[in-house]
């Protein structure tokens, strides 16, 4: 609304006392917002005691590789990758993943990254194995990644898988 002076003849804006409030009340919401967003972005959830693990398999049956456990009160999230490079072969094989769903990308003949599309539910485990057979020379090593925003307090995040031939051992 604008008033004239009886003086000067210039026109003067003058702001409602309703404007003023209507305004306020907007900001406090945001201003708030602003505050607490920063706290909220730097805290983490912690997965807890997830465990990565190698298996040697069973010769004819089941080809060695890693089982990936959830800890027992948080789910892994999608998006956690398993890095799995191999020494001794050529070629690591073909691996297959059962228990869950992931995505598998060949990066060499000798490394697969394994990424979660669907989360594995607390204390549940996903198996990834490969069709390398135990009879055969060679070295597994795995590890994990978690999605940005995630930490385990306890977790097992590598595991490793070696045969010479005779015998597999498995961490």
């Known amino acids: 609304m604008l008033k004239k002076d009886s003086v000067s003849t210039e026109v003067e804006p003058t702001l409602e006392r309703r404007t003023i ?20 972005a730097a805290s983490d959830v912690d997965l807890g005691a997830y465990h990565l693990n190698g298996t040697c398999g069973i010769l004819g049956v089941l080809g060695p590789g ?21 020494s001794g072969v050529a070629n690591i094989g073909v691996f297959s993943v059962t228990g869950g769903t992931a995505s598998i990308s060949v990066l060499s003949g000798t490394s ?11 204390g549940a485990t996903i198996a990834f194995r490969t069709t390398l057979s135990i009879s055969v020379a060679f070295t597994l090593n795995a590890v994990t990644g978690l999605p940005a925003g995630y930490t385990a307090t306890g977790g097992k995040a590598s595991g490793s898988v070696s045969s010479t031939l005779i015998l597999c051992s498995a961490t």
């Open 21 to 40: 409030m209507k305004g306020a009340a907007w900001s406090i919401p945001v201003i708030a917002l602003a505050v607490a967003t920063p706290a909220a």
């Open 66 to 86: 890693f089982t990936l456990t959830a800890g027992p009160t948080e789910p892994l999230p999608v998006g956690t990758t398993v890095t799995i490079t191999g």
């Open 112 to 122: 697969r990254q394994i990424t979660l599309t669907s989360a594995v539910p607390a």
